[in-house]
Structures are given as C-alpha cells and as structure tokens.
C-alpha cells in the first residue's frame, strides 16, 4: 500500500518567516494530495489541497507543490503567524483503493 | 448542518471490556472512515466503507469491527479492548471519492486501564 514520510518532525521559525514541510509518497497512482492542520485537542482541518494535474496551488500565505516524477509534495507557509503554531499533516490517497495515508505530521512552533 | 458527529468524547474501560463508538453525518456522504491517533502520530486508518452495506479493512483493523446498515451512521465496535488500543479515534466522511477532502468529527479520546 501506500507509504507517506513527512519530514521535519518538529520545526521552529521566527514570526515573519517561512516554514517549509516536505513528504514523500511511494505509489505513483495517488493523484490527490490533501494537507490538514491540526490544533492541540481538535479535529484535524483541510488547510490545502492540490491534485496530480496541478503542480502548485496558492491560497494567500500557503502554498503546495507538487512534483509527479520525484513523488514528493511540500507545503509553504509565508509570513507565519503564532497562530499558525500547530501540527501539520500531509496525506496521499490511491483513488483506486478508496484509502488515505497520512504522514506523522510536523509540530510548527512560530515565536512572537 | 451539524456535520460528523462522534461519541462519546472521552471514555475510560477496563480490559476486557466492549463498547461501541457513534459516529453519524447528515450531509449524505456516501464514504465513511474510521482513525485512530496515538499520541505524537498521524492517523491510521482502521476501516472504511463506499456505502451503506459496503465495509472494508484500512491499515489496522485487528481488534475493531464495523456496520455500515444506513448512509448517516457508522459505529465502530471494540470487542475485547486492550491497552494497545488507547487512543484519539476520528471518524471522517467525504461525499465521493479519495480525491475529495475529509470532513472529520472531533474525536473520541479512549483510555484502556
């Protein structure tokens, strides 16, 4: 089945600067890549997503590439906030199989 | 809408012991999952199902039974809990297809003693 590693596992930044996190995913057949964010205690929530014919999508401060060939996918957060201090998760899904695998998720910490 | 709905939130049992987590949506979604969360992890998927009557095996279903006999409502049913099975469970729902985003519910938070 499929595999998603996610790295880095902790990350901390200075408020006003950009946070990067990475995954990889092993089955060429995902096609959609969803990244939730996660607050201490609550359910995760979709923050971006991007699918395999796009290969980068932008919503204000974040952004998802997206590289088919190398099956990596990493998440861009300009700008962080304190607020933006959460975990963050990648996931890839196999349209075939109806499933979803996640990554272990990244915790950002972004100090004022 | 109220959304994913999931039940109880917190629960303690003792080994051994059975029970059943609720988890209903009210915006006719078709497939249905079922996580579970260990601590400082990500989620692990532990069944599935496309539609009322279809279920099917995620990453880790050892020790977890589901039903699926309407489209709202999808329990998810401990029989003999272990302290392995200590964990966050998220029930989550799209209205079709894996290439959709999940609507999650906010967790049952179990604690096997």
């Known amino acids: 089945g499929e595999n998603v590693e996610q790295h880095p596992s902790t990350l901390s930044v200075q408020e006003g600067d950009s946070a990067v996190i990475k995954c990889t995913y092993s089955?060429?057949?995902?096609?959609?890549f969803p990244w939730y964010k996660q607050e201490l205690g609550k359910r995760p929530q979709l923050i971006i997503d991007?699918?395999?014919?796009?290969g980068e999508k932008k919503d204000q401060r974040i952004a998802v590439t997206l590289n088919k060939t190398a099956k990596h996918f990493s998440l861009h957060i300009t700008e962080t906030q304190p607020e933006d201090s959460a975990v963050y998760f990648c996931?890839?899904?196999?349209?075939?199989?109806?499933?979803?695998?996640f990554g272990a998720g990244t915790r950002l910490t972004v100090k004022p | 809408n109220a959304g994913v709905t999931q039940t109880p939130k917190f629960r303690i049992l003792k080994i051994g012991q059975s029970m059943t987590l609720q988890c209903t949506q009210d915006?006719?979604?078709?497939?249905m999952y079922w996580y579970r969360q260990d601590p400082g992890m990500g989620l692990k998927l532990i069944y599935y199902?496309?539609?009322?009557?279809?279920?099917d095996k995620g990453e880790v279903p050892n020790g977890y039974n589901v039903s699926r006999s309407t489209t709202e409502d999808f329990p998810l049913r401990l029989e003999l809990a272990a302290p392995s099975q200590t964990s966050v469970y998220f029930c989550?729902?799209?209205?079709?297809?894996?290439?959709?985003?999940?609507?999650f519910g906010d967790g049952t938070r179990l604690s096997i003693l």
């Open positions: 915006m006719n979604h078709n497939y």
């Open positions: 989550a729902s799209i209205a079709q297809g894996a290439d959709q985003p999940q609507h």
């Open positions: 199902s496309v539609g009322a009557g279809i279920t």
């Open positions: 089955d060429s057949a995902s096609n959609y």
């Open positions: 996931a890839a899904s196999l349209v075939w199989s109806n499933d979803m695998r």
């Open positions: 991007i699918r395999s014919n796009v």
